[in-house]
């Protein structure tokens, strides 16, 4: 597994930001499940191994305020026959990490490479 750079976002927490503001602009909010099944559909993504990676970076952006979460109301998961689920959204915060990583990404890919041998 690559190494996190101090104040960088990991393929998944990519992932996770681009497919949770797609989410949250059809719904407003969106749950673990369904961020799985966007991320699953998403053509350049990377590829998500299991839903326990996926909760620990949420949780892992949560702590960071790129998240913010609610459960949902437990009557509507009854009333629908399934557990209440967790509900998240992007932060402002969670957007700005989100731009700033796909600029550093950017300016990356953008460098010439440097001669192995000068």
């Given at each position: 597994?690559?190494r ?5 976002l ?28 966007r991320?699953?559909?998403r ?10 990676t ?15 979460s609610?459960?949902?109301d437990?009557?509507i998961?009854?009333a629908e026959?399934?557990p ?13 990490a989100?731009?700033t ?13 440097k001669?192995?041998?000068?």
């Amino acid at each position: 597994m690559a190494r996190r750079r101090e104040g960088r976002l990991v393929d998944l927490e990519v992932d996770i930001l681009a497919a949770g503001m797609e989410l949250q602009g059809d719904d407003g909010e969106f749950y673990g499940f369904a961020l799985a099944k966007r991320i699953a559909e998403r053509s350049d993504a990377a590829a998500l191994t299991a839903h326990g990676t996926l909760y620990k970076a949420l949780a892992r952006l949560s702590e960071r305020g790129l998240l913010e979460s609610v459960w949902e109301d437990a009557a509507i998961g009854e009333a629908e026959g399934r557990p209440r689920r967790r509900l998240y959204r992007v932060t402002g915060a969670g957007e700005l990490a989100y731009r700033t990583e796909l600029e550093a990404r950017r300016v990356v890919a953008a460098a010439p490479a440097k001669a192995a041998f000068a």
